[in-house]
């Protein structure tokens, strides 16, 4: 599967199996999920970056 197929394919799994409540799109950076994390990952500063990663690989196909 080529890179394109491959980004396709992620982006139909997380949106059919990540709730919307749980989406990045809808973080409010409330910081919960971080207190949950048993890795101690800083989830709003890199959804941050995926976030600007995301919108400007979506800019690179249009």
Same mark, same amino acid.
């Given at each position: 599967?080529?890179?394109? /197929? =491959?980004?396709?394919?992620? =982006?139909?799994?997380?949106?059919?199996?990540?709730k919307? &409540? &749980?989406?990045?799109?809808?973080?409010?950076?409330?910081?919960?999920?971080?207190?949950?994390?048993? =890795? /101690?990952? /800083?989830?709003? =500063?890199?959804?941050? #970056?995926?976030? #600007?990663?995301?919108? #400007?690989?979506?800019?690179?196909?249009?």
């Open positions: 599967m080529d890179g394109a /197929n =491959q980004r396709k394919s992620l =982006q139909g799994k997380y949106a059919v199996q990540m919307t &409540e &749980e989406k990045t799109s809808v973080c409010v950076e409330c910081g919960t999920c971080e207190e949950q994390c048993p =890795q /101690n990952i /800083n989830i709003r =500063q890199r959804a941050t #970056v995926c976030g #600007v990663a995301v919108r #400007v690989m979506r800019e690179g196909e249009r």
